[in-house]
């Protein structure tokens, strides 16, 4: 058990619906990630939060939002689904910023379908 | 832009038999190296890293040496377990991870 959560464990939704990925990290990690692993693209990098602000971005759809509460919980939020978006979708924390020796850990993950 | 290339699997091995899985790595200056191993339905876990040339990392048996003249970090370990099948990623960190594909490894009784 990594202590990093993520709700729902699955997540069945149709075409052109918003769905909304939760993630709570390890006690006292103020950074998560958000990251999508798929049989085509494997696994990407989407989007970082520090302390509640967006730090990072890589490969995130404009459908596709995220933010950090202040009790350090993240939200991923997907839009218009598409067919493409069905994937398993992984937070992950760490104490501190990305570039440091900070190893991230990882949440059991998100399988989202889209029907 | 940074990439890492691992071996297509999937890879099947007797137990007892010696792993390898190849990963090469593209990247600007020296970045961080890693392998995570992710069981069936879980997350990830890092098994490894090795943060600067030359260094080996190691756990559970598992090693693997950073090469930085043939961008290289090979998984190895001398006799593999049915308990080390899963899928296994190499990566590379240069502010943001960036992983290869996976390899999945079966191992038989």
């Known amino acids: 058990d990594s202590g990093v959560t993520q709700t729902p464990k699955h997540l069945i939704t149709a075409t052109g619906q918003r769905v909304t990925l939760r993630c709570s990290p390890r006690?006292?990690?103020?950074?998560v990630y958000w990251y999508q692993q798929s049989l085509d693209q494997g696994l990407q990098f989407l989007i970082q939060?520090?302390?509640?602000?967006?730090?990072a971005k890589g490969n995130i759809l404009e459908r596709f939002s995220a933010q950090q509460f202040p009790d350090l919980h993240s939200e991923l939020n997907l839009s218009s689904l598409e067919l493409g978006d069905s994937a398993l979708y992984f937070c992950?924390?760490?104490?501190?910023?990305?570039?440091?020796?900070?190893?991230?850990?990882f949440g059991p993950g998100t399988r989202l379908t889209v029907l | 832009g940074n990439s890492v290339t691992q071996m297509e699997g999937p890879v099947t091995l007797s137990e007892e038999a010696f792993l390898t899985i190849n990963c090469t790595y593209t990247a600007t200056g020296y970045p961080s190296l890693f392998w995570y191993v992710q069981y069936p339905g879980e997350g990830l876990q890092l098994l490894l890293k090795a943060t600067k040339a030359d260094d080996k990392g190691s756990n559970k048996g598992f090693e693997a040496t950073y090469r930085k003249e043939t961008t290289s970090f090979h998984l190895e370990k001398g006799s593999v377990q049915v308990s080390d099948s899963a899928v296994y990623f190499c990566a590379l960190r240069k502010d943001q991870l960036t992983f290869g594909k996976g390899t999945k490894l079966s191992v038989i009784p």
């Open positions: 992950a924390s760490s104490s501190g910023l990305a570039g440091g020796e900070n190893e991230q850990f």
């Open positions: 939060y520090y302390n509640g602000e967006e730090r």
């Open positions: 006690s006292g990690d103020l950074s």
